[in-house]
């Protein structure tokens, strides 16, 4: 491809800089123009696999829980969170790959919906432990069923045995 010109198969170019997002019908209205796009290479690479899966993973997440507006990484604070009261920031961030300054910011929004409290530690007073407050383990309740209807979903998507081969494999680094 040169300059933003894309050539697709059918020998048209496109001037804009990406293709159409979404799947989008051929001008003969035949097969999907994505499937008329090669991928070359990027069809044998594990890492472009796997974050196709992930934009589809959170975007189900998102949409499963959209009703009570969680996203993938405030689930994940509070999980931790929930899972280890107590906590304090450097830990949960550390322990999920979060940087500090964003976790401040999460945690910000989590506690102006009260689901989260920072109480100032007794052993640091430069650190806080993090809390559930009662309104946010009640939430998580919730989170985590919707959660668990989300990984159905994945489920139904690859197959109950490949979900669980998929956590064997990546659990490595988790």
Do not use: C
Request: no cysteine; net charge positive.
């Amino acid at each position: 491809m040169t300059g933003s010109a894309q050539v697709f198969r059918s020998g048209r170019s496109r001037t804009s800089a990406r293709p159409p997002r979404g799947r989008k019908q051929a001008a003969n209205g035949g097969a999907n123009l994505d499937d008329e796009i090669g991928l070359d290479a990027l069809a044998g690479h594990a890492g472009y696999a796997v974050r196709r899966f992930q934009i589809w993973i959170f975007q189900d997440f998102i949409r499963t829980l959209a009703t009570v507006d969680i996203r993938p990484t405030q689930y994940s604070v509070m999980t931790v969170i929930g899972a280890n009261p107590g906590l304090s920031q450097m830990a949960v961030a550390k322990r999920l790959g979060i940087e500090r300054a964003r976790l401040v910011h999460l945690l910000d929004s989590l506690e102006r919906r009260d689901l989260v409290a920072r109480i100032r530690s007794a052993t640091d007073r430069r650190s806080h432990a993090l809390h559930l407050t009662a309104r946010g383990k009640t939430a998580l309740a919730q989170f985590k069923r919707l959660a668990a209807e989300h990984e159905r979903h994945v489920a139904e998507k690859i197959g109950k045995a490949n979900r669980e081969k998929l956590l064997q494999i990546l659990s490595a680094f988790t």
